[in-house]
C-alpha cells in the first residue's frame, strides 16, 4: 500500500525522505518517488519504477538537496506502474503533491481541468488534485486555505501532502480516510502515512484526525479540523518498542495482538470505502475490468486463513450471488482440479509465505485460472510478488503464532472483496452495499465493545481447566468461526477441540456428549438461531454444559448448566467477524489457566514455509 513521507527543516532532508521510504516498503509498493525545492528553489523530482533502492540509485547519478520535500511509495491502482504515474505528481512546475487513497469523482473533475487549460501527464486519480489546487490558489493565494477548498470538491478517501513554489517554507497535509502522522522535531518537522517512517528523526508525534488539514513549518504546527475550526491534537510520545516487539502492558503477545483488532480493522479499510461504496480499485487498477468478468471464485488457504476462506464463501455465495469453492492448500495442490470458466483464484495468508499456499498459487497458474488475487497481510512476501492482483491486510506484525488479528483483517478484505465483486457484476441487493459500508464504518466500535468483556470471559474459561474435550458448534457462516474457535483452543491450551456445524450434532457427535464434554456456540439473531436452539437442548438433554456467545436480543439467558454472554448486536453479514472475538479470548485464558506457552505453543511455527 502507498506510504507518504514528507519533511521541512533547515538541513538537506534527501536522505530522511529515502530512509522513510524505506521504513515503509514492507506495506508493498510498485514505485517510489520524492520532490524536493532544491537550494535555488526549483522543485526537482525523481521518480522510478521498483524498489526505493532504485530510487536512491538515481538520486546518487543525480543528486538533489533540499530542505522541503515529499515522498512517496505507491502501489497502483489508477494507471499501470509506470515512471510517469509514481507520484509526487506536479502542476506546472510550481506544486507538487503526494497521495494515498482513491479520488472517486476525478473523471469529472479531469474533464472540468482539462477545459480549463490543465495538461495532465499521468493515468492517476491523484493528478486532478494537484491541478485542481493550483486552479484554487489563483483565487486562493494561501496554500492550507486553497488545499481546503481543494479538498471540499474530493470525493473519496485521502491521506495527502502538497509543497508550493509559491510559500516554499510549509508542507500542508490533509487527511480523509488515510492515515497521517505529523512528527515533531527541534526546529524541524516531518510528516508520514505511518509514525515508522519517522522514528530515525523523532519520537513525539501528532495523529491527525479525520478531515483534519495541517500546514506544517519549520518551527510550528498548525491543524483545522474538519470544520475548518483551529485545533490542538495531542502530542504523543513514542517509547522504543512500544508497538510490534514489546507486549506492552500485556502479558503475552496474543493477548496484545487480540485487544489490537478494532485499530487494525480500521486500518485495513482505510482508503477503500467511499461515500456508500467500496472503492474498487483498492484491488489494483485492473481489478474492475477484471472482476466484471468473474464467474467463479476459488479460494485456497491453510489453518486459520482457510477458515476466513470459508466464512467469504458464505458472504461470496449469500451476498454476491458468486459461486464459490474454498479448499486447504495442501490438498488443492496435489488434485487434479477441474476449473470452471472465468474463474478468480484467491490466495489468503498471513505471512504470504506458507508453502502450500504458494505451491498451489504456483500450481493455479497453470490450471487457466482467469487472474490471481492474495489477500496477505506481508507486502514483500512471495505470494504477493506472484500474484496479479492484491489487497493487503494492515494487521501489522503478528508475533503470538496463534492468528489473531491477522484472522479479523482477512474477514475485512474478504467482505471488500465480496462488495467489489457484487457491486462490479450488479448482484448485490438493493442497499446491500450501502448497510455494510455503514456498518464496516462502525466495525471497529463492536469490536472494542466485544473486547469489553474480557472478565467475563476469563471467568467462563475457569470452565474448562480440567476438561480434556470440547465442541464448538455454528450454524452457517458461524461454523467456520466455531472451526476457528476449536482450532485456537487445541493450538495453545493443547486441549482436544472439534468444530460441528450444529446441524450435525444428532448425526454422530452427539454420542460424546455429557457432562466432561463443554460445548461452545456463538448465537447471532438470525433465521437460524431457532434450529441452534433446539440443537443446545438436545445438548443440554445430555447433561452437556453449555457456553453461549449470543445476540443481546436472541431471547437466550443463562440458566442450569448454561452459561450465556450476552454480545453487542450487529448487522448479520459481520457477525463472524465479532462473534470470533469471544472464542479468541476464551482460547487465551484457558490457556493460561493450563500455564502453556501462549505464544510459542509446543510443535507449531509461525510460518510454514516447509511442506
Ligand atoms: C493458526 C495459524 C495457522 C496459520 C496457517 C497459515 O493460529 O496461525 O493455522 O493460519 O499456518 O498461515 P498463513 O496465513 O501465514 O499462510
Avoid at 448486536?569 to 487465551?588: E, R
Wanted: some cysteine; overall charge negative.
Amino acid at each position: 500500500m502507498c506510504g507518504i513521507v514528507g519533511a521541512v527543516a533547515e538541513r538537506n532532508i534527501t536522505a530522511i525522505l529515502l530512509e522513510g521510504l524505506k521504513r515503509l516498503e514492507y506495506r508493498g509498493y510498485d514505485s517510489a518517488g520524492v520532490a524536493l525545492f532544491n537550494n535555488a528553489g526549483v522543485l526537482e523530482r525523481r521518480r522510478r519504477v521498483g524498489k526505493v533502492n532504485e530510487l536512491e540509485r538515481a538520486l546518487a547519478g543525480e543528486p538533489v538537496t533540499g530542505r522541503l520535500g515529499i515522498a512517496h511509495t505507491r502501489w497502483a491502482t489508477h494507471g499501470a506502474p509506470l515512471e510517469r504515474n509514481a507520484h509526487p505528481h506536479f502542476s506546472n512546475e510550481q506544486l507538487a503533491v503526494v497521495h494515498n487513497g482513491i479520488i472517486e469523482n476525478h473523471e469529472p473533475l479531469r474533464e472540468r481541468l482539462k477545459g480549463l487549460g490543465y495538461v495532465f501527464t499521468s493515468d492517476t486519480d491523484t493528478e486532478v488534485i494537484v491541478h485542481l489546487l493550483h486552479h484554487k490558489l489563483q483565487d486562493t493565494p494561501d496554500l492550507a486555505a486553497a488545499l481546503k477548498a481543494t479538498v471540499k470538491e474530493l470525493h473519496g478517501a485521502y491521506g495527502l501532502a502538497v509543497i508550493s513554489a509559491h510559500q516554499p517554507d510549509r508542507l500542508i497535509a490533509a487527511r480523509s480516510g488515510s492515515p497521517l502522522v505529523v512528527g515533531l522535531g527541534l526546529g524541524e518537522n516531518f510528516l508520514a502515512s505511518d509514525q515508522l517512517a519517522l522514528r530515525q528523526v523523532t519520537d513525539r508525534f501528532m495523529y491527525l484526525e479525520e478531515g483534519d488539514i495541517a500546514e506544517i513549518r519549520r518551527d510550528s504546527v498548525q491543524i483545522w479540523d474538519a470544520s475548518g475550526l483551529h485545533v490542538e491534537r495531542e502530542i504523543v510520545q513514542y517509547h522504543e518498542g512500544a508497538e510490534a516487539a514489546d507486549k506492552g502492558e500485556y502479558r503475552h503477545f496474543m493477548l496484545k495482538e487480540i485487544h489490537e483488532q478494532p485499530k487494525v480493522v480500521q486500518r485495513t479499510l482505510e482508503g477503500r470505502l467511499g461515500q456508500q461504496q467500496v472503492l474498487v480499485q483498492a484491488f489494483g487498477p485492473q481489478a474492475a475490468e477484471l472482476f466484471a468478468k468473474v464467474r467463479n471464485v476459488q479460494i485456497v488457504a491453510c489453518g486459520t486463513s482457510y477458515h476466513a476462506g470459508m466464512v467469504a464463501r458464505y458472504w461470496l455465495e449469500g451476498l454476491a450471488g458468486i459461486p464459490c469453492q474454498v479448499e486447504v492448500a495442501s490438498e488443492f495442490r496435489y488434485r487434479k482440479v477441474v476449473v470452471q470458466p472465468d474463474t478468480l483464484f484467491v490466495s489468503i495468508s498471513q505471512s504470504g509465505e506458507t508453502a502450500d499456499t504458494l505451491a498451489a498459487l504456483r500450481n493455479a497458474k497453470e490450471l487457466g485460472f482467469l487472474a490471481s488475487l492474495a489477500i496477505c497481510n506481508v507486502g514483500i512476501s512471495s505470494l504477493v510478488r506472484e500474484s496479479d492482483l492484491t489487497l493487503l491486510t494492515q494487521a501489522g506484525p503478528e508475533i503470538g503464532v496463534a492468528s489473531t488479528k491477522a484472522f479479523t483483517t482477512q474477514l475485512v478484505a474478504l467482505m471488500l472483496l465480496t462488495l467489489s465483486l457484487g457491486q462490479v457484476k450488479g448482484t448485490l441487493g438493493a442497499g446491500v452495499e450501502a448497510e455494510l459500508v455503514e456498518e464496516l464504518r462502525r466495525l471497529p466500535t463492536r469490536l472494542g465493545e466485544a473486547l469489553a468483556m474480557d472478565t467475563t470471559v476469563e471467568k467462563i474459561a475457569e470452565l474448562f481447566a480440567e476438561k480434556n474435550h470440547t465442541l464448538f458448534l455454528g450454524r452457517g457462516a458461524q461454523f467456520p468461526v466455531a472451526m476457528e474457535g476449536a482450532l485456537k483452543l487445541k493450538e495453545i491450551s493443547y486441549i482436544h477441540a472439534e468444530a460441528y456445524p450444529a446441524g450435525e450434532l444428532k448425526h454422530g457427535p452427539l454420542a460424546l456428549v455429557d457432562s466432561d464434554m463443554p460445548v461452545v456456540t456463538v448465537a447471532p439473531n438470525n433465521e437460524l438461531l431457532e434450529k441452534l436452539k433446539s440443537n443446545l437442548q438436545e445438548v443440554r438433554a445430555r447433561g452437556g454444559e453449555l457456553i453461549v456467545f449470543a445476540d443481546e436480543q436472541a431471547g437466550l439467558v443463562n440458566g442450569e448448566g448454561t452459561h450465556v454472554v450476552s454480545m453487542p448486536h450487529i448487522l448479520d453479514a459481520l457477525t463472524p467477524i465479532l462473534y470470533t472475538i469471544p472464542l479468541q479470548l476464551l482460547s487465551y485464558y484457558v490457556a493460561v489457566l493450563k500455564g502453556t506457552d501462549v505464544d510459542q505453543p509446543r510443535n507449531l511455527a509461525k510460518s510454514v514455509t516447509v511442506e
